[in-house]
C-alpha cells in the first residue's frame, strides 16, 4: 500500500512504539500538520493513536531526549529516521523512613537518577541503592531503570547512605 502524498507544510514523522515488555518494535507513522510541530504535538498525536497520554513517555532520537516545547525541525532529523518513545516509570526512593516520588524514564541509569536525587533532593554524597529487602545486593550504577524495573516486586527503591547502618522498612 502506497503513502500518502504529504500536503503543503505537512512533516511525516515515523516513531517506534515502544511498549514495556517484550513488544518493543512495533512501528507506526504519525502525520503532523505545520512546519511548527512541536515534540508535545506530536506527543498528543501519538496518544490519540497509541492509548498512551503524553506524560508517560519521552520522545528520544539518537539517544537524546527531545524537548517537549521544542519544534521538532530544529532538531534537523533525515528523512527516514525514527523518533523512539521511552516509557516513563513512576518510582518510590525511600531514604530515613521518607518516601520520594519520581517519574523516571526507563533509559536513565542508577548512577543517574543518584545524581539526580543529590541535586535534587540533597542526598548524601555517597549512598547506594537497592531494591526492599535486598540490602546486601546494591544496584550496579550501569543498570537502567528498564532492567532495575523489570527484576523488582514493586517500583521502590532504598536508598542506603555509606557507612551508616539501618534497619529498612519493607511495607
Not at 31 to 53: N, R, Y
Not at 85 to 91: A, D
Amino acid at each position: 500500500m502506497a503513502m500518502k502524498a504529504l500536503g503543503p507544510g505537512e512533516t511525516r514523522i515515523t516513531y517506534y512504539k515502544l511498549i514495556y515488555g517484550d513488544n518493543s518494535n512495533v512501528i507506526n507513522t504519525v502525520l503532523l500538520k505545520g512546519l511548527d510541530a512541536t515534540v508535545f504535538d506530536l506527543k498528543l498525536k501519538v496518544s490519540s493513536i497509541a492509548q498512551l497520554t503524553s506524560n508517560t513517555f519521552d520522545v528520544y532520537y539518537n539517544d537524546k531526549m527531545l524537548t517537549d516545547n521544542e519544534i521538532i525541525r530544529t532538531y534537523n532529523i533525515p528523512k527516514g529516521n525514527k523518533l523512539q518513545l521511552v516509557k516513563i516509570i513512576p518510582l518510590t526512593i525511600q531514604r530515613d523512613q521518607h518516601d520520594f516520588i519520581l517519574q523516571v524514564n526507563h533509559k536513565l541509569t542508577v548512577g543517574e537518577l543518584k545524581a539526580k536525587l543529590q541535586d535534587d533532593y540533597d542526598f548524601p554524597s555517597e549512598f547506594q541503592l537497592c531494591h526492599p529487602g535486598q540490602a546486601d545486593n546494591i544496584l550496579d550504577d550501569n543498570l537502567t531503570m528498564l532492567s532495575v524495573a523489570g527484576n523488582a516486586i514493586s517500583n521502590k527503591l532504598i536508598a542506603i547512605e555509606i557507612g551508616k547502618v539501618e534497619s529498612e522498612n519493607t511495607d
